[in-house]
């Protein structure tokens, strides 16, 4: 069993990592997962699903003595350590360079098409 103090103080420290690394700052911890999406793996969702279960429950006055402390500690642990994992800034590098390779392949497409042109109609 875990109690209701440990479970929110885990669940704000989770929503913090969570504003911090891709700027989700509204909501709960299940919005600010559905907000993120796909760029955090599926186990990390389903650990926040654990956590959220949790919540639920401990809120409950019957429920909460049946919330499992260990899944919720081993949901805690997994999303912590693959949220501190994360560079922001590599992010964002990553998000530049990608739109970047993108402009630049597709230019040099125009190109070789206008080329292509030019020598079908005899001007090169």
């Given at each position: 069993?875990i109690d209701q103090r440990?479970?929110d103080?885990k669940?704000?420290?989770l929503?913090q990592?969570?504003?911090?690394?891709?700027g989700?700052?509204?909501g709960?911890l299940?919005?600010?997962?559905?907000?993120?999406g796909?760029r955090?793996?599926?186990?990390?969702?389903?650990?926040?699903?654990?956590i959220?279960?949790?919540?639920l429950?401990?809120?409950h006055?019957?429920?909460?003595f049946f919330?499992?402390?260990?899944?919720v500690?081993?949901a805690h642990?997994t999303?912590?350590s693959?949220?501190?994992?994360i560079?922001v800034?590599?992010?964002?590098?990553?998000?530049?360079l990608?739109?970047?390779?993108?402009?630049?392949?597709n230019?040099l497409l125009?190109?070789?098409?206008?080329?292509?042109?030019?020598?079908w109609?005899g001007?090169?």
């Open positions: 069993m440990q479970l103080r669940q704000a420290e929503e990592l969570l504003e911090e690394k891709f989700a700052s509204s709960d299940q919005a600010r997962m559905r907000r993120v796909r955090v793996p599926k186990r990390v969702r389903d650990a926040a699903g654990v959220a279960g949790a919540q429950q401990a809120g006055p019957k429920l909460r919330v499992d402390g260990k899944a500690n081993r642990a999303i912590r693959h949220l501190k994992t560079d800034a590599d992010r964002r590098k990553g998000a530049v990608s739109v970047l390779g993108g402009v630049s392949f230019l125009v190109l070789a098409l206008l080329l292509g042109v030019l020598m109609r001007l090169l």
